[in-house]
């Protein structure tokens, strides 16, 4: 059937514009001339954000970054703001070239944000204008989380697990489809599973490219070995990497009030994590360009949300018992039925065996990919993007 839009149940979304005010960006620069730097150290990225390459990046940010250039690239999309229970979404509405191209939400996680997929929409809504089949088109939907870049503040805490039925509801009662796809990444896997799980006859399928962490949390006791040793490796880089998630879920204010008055403070704190977390073999710019980092690190600044988008970390920390019994269950009756695709790459920081996801999933397609970590649609697009195409293809005719 034709995914055609039940235009008689679309409610109201305004077209939404980027348009920073001068004075914001005067002010950044303002701060970004009076950095108090620390000592330069020897540790490389040991211990944190290279000192020496934080410079650089923060002396291209004062005299050779273009954020008008940056907000006319993104502004060439078509952006919206709709008001859904309360909560300001701002989403991408790209409408894919084909005949029947099947809708698809794609949903971002930290320390990224809506930028993850500018690389990707081109390619799954105009395959043929990218050496693909027009039959694979997709018409995509990006939303920002909420608490990140232009999308609203979470209207009270726990609201991280109620995400994935406002998704439903921006796909449905806003843009009228009745039946789409889903992919994600970050939180966006979280959130993902969470549609799936609450309206699983509307997800045709969902694509992920890593098994939500928080069913690290209580582990069955019928391990296989592959399994103990994955949960083994998981426990160890909790150890060595995972304070950054206790402190933004324990401590969010406190870390938000630093960040959110230093711009190169934010930077970095989030381009740490491009760096641990990217196939970049210890070489930030093999993966990403100084405006890319930076257009990701503006869209935090600009909105002034480093404290919201670590809301989801908080509400993970301080949920209790009822709300882990009731997401268990939604499990049984909703995402282990929808059928879902797994794309594995290599340098993310969760590498999972399929046996771990099947737990959880009706695993239809697993694919380890050759190359590419956790930021998978700015690493490596065309790679992400011929898995999606790939998993999706046999659910459009069911769809």
């Known amino acids: ?30 701060r970004l001339r009076r950095t108090r730097w620390l000592d330069a150290n020897g540790d490389g990225w040991a211990t944190g ?10 002396g291209y940010w004062k005299t050779a970054f273009d954020w008008r250039a940056q907000e006319r690239a993104i502004n060439r999309l078509p952006q919206f703001r709709a008001d859904i229970d309360g909560v300001a979404v701002h989403f991408v509405h790209e409408r894919g070239k084909g005949d029947r191209p099947l809708p698809l939400i794609l949903t971002h ?26 039959a694979d ?7 920002s989380i909420p608490g990140y870049g232009f999308s609203g503040r979470p209207p009270r805490h ?22 789409y796809g889903a992919h994600g990444g970050d939180w966006g896997t979280t959130i993902t599973e969470q549609l799936a799980r609450d309206h699983a ?40 990497e995972g304070a950054y ?22 930077a970095a704190w989030l381009v740490d994590k491009f760096h641990a977390w990217s196939d970049c073999h210890g070489d930030i710019e093999s993966r990403f360009t100084k405006d890319e980092l930076l257009t990701n690190v503006m869209i935090y600044w600009v909105t002034g949300t480093i404290e919201t988008s670590f809301l989801p970390y908080w509400d993970f920390v301080n949920a209790g018992a009822r709300t882990w019994i009731v997401e ?42 050759p190359a590419g970590g956790h930021f998978a649609a700015m690493e490596e697009p065309e790679r992400l993007v011929d898995d999606i195409r790939a998993f999706f293809r046999p659910l459009r005719s069911t769809s």
């Open 1 to 30: 059937m034709a995914h055609t839009l039940r235009r008689d149940t679309i409610a109201p979304a305004e077209p939404f514009v980027i348009d920073i005010p001068q004075t914001t960006l005067d002010d950044l620069h303002d």
């Open 49 to 58: 954000t290279n000192a020496h390459y934080l410079r650089e990046l923060v």
């Open 109 to 134: 996680g930290y320390p990224d944000s809506f930028v993850r997929f500018l690389k990707v929409i081109p390619l799954l809504t105009d395959p043929a204008a990218h050496g693909g089949d027009p």
């Open 137 to 143: 088109a997709f018409d995509v939907v990006v939303p």
């Open 158 to 179: 726990g609201f991280t697990f109620q995400i994935g039925s406002l998704w439903y509801s921006l796909m449905t009662s806003v843009l009228g489809y009745e039946r």
């Open 201 to 240: 006859g509307a997800v045709a399928g969902i694509h992920l490219t890593d098994v939500p962490f928080w069913h690290l949390f209580q582990p069955p006791k019928d391990l296989s070995p592959e399994e103990a040793a994955f949960l083994e490796k998981s426990t160890a880089w909790q150890k060595s």
């Open 245 to 266: 998630a206790l402190i933004q879920g324990t401590r969010p204010a406190t870390l938000a009030a630093g960040l959110v008055d230093s711009p190169a403070g934010l």
């Open 328 to 369: 268990s269950v939604k499990r049984w009756v909703g995402s282990s039925k929808v059928p879902a695709g797994f794309a594995m790459f290599p340098k993310d920081i969760s590498r999972p065996p399929r046996a771990w996801a099947e737990r959880f999933f009706n695993v239809q397609r697993w694919t380890e990919m």
